[in-house]
């Protein structure tokens, strides 16, 4: 995902067909700086009407203390620290 800030590459580490994926790398490095981070969280998914069951994809989502990153499939990043939005950015997806 290339953001107008950031370059993000996620990668997935579970099984291509596996609903919720608890594995996943964010790797997020600075146009301006160059400087990366790198987190682990897993695949976000709405649930199905039975509550239980994840059905739609929506994203992935990574902690780093009480940061939390959300990228959307829709190529939206966002960095939020106790409900305070520090980034919200719009990219496109790019297959490498």
Same mark, same amino acid.
């Given at each position: 995902?290339?953001?107008p800030?950031f370059?993000?590459?996620?990668?997935?580490?579970? +099984?291509?067909?596996?609903?919720?994926?608890?594995?996943?790398?964010?790797?997020?490095?600075?146009?301006?700086?160059?400087?990366?981070?790198?987190?682990?969280?897993?695949?976000?998914?709405?649930?199905? +009407? #039975?509550?239980?069951?994840?059905?739609?994809?929506?994203?992935? /989502?990574?902690?780093?203390?009480?940061?939390?990153?959300?990228?959307?499939d829709?190529?939206?990043?966002?960095?939020?620290?106790?409900?305070?939005?520090?980034? /919200?950015?719009?990219?496109?997806?790019? #297959?490498?």
């Amino acid at each position: 995902l290339t953001t107008p800030s950031f370059i993000v590459r996620i990668k997935v580490h579970c +099984a291509e067909g596996i609903g919720t994926c608890k594995n996943v790398t964010y790797v997020g490095t600075s146009r301006k700086t160059g400087k990366s981070i790198t987190l682990h969280g897993n695949t976000k998914h709405s649930m199905c +009407a #039975d509550g239980i069951t994840p059905c739609r994809f929506q994203g992935y /989502e990574f902690w780093n203390g009480k940061t939390y990153y959300r990228v959307l499939d829709d190529g939206s990043l966002s960095v939020l620290q106790q409900n305070r939005t520090l980034l /919200e950015e719009r990219g496109s997806w790019k #297959d490498h």
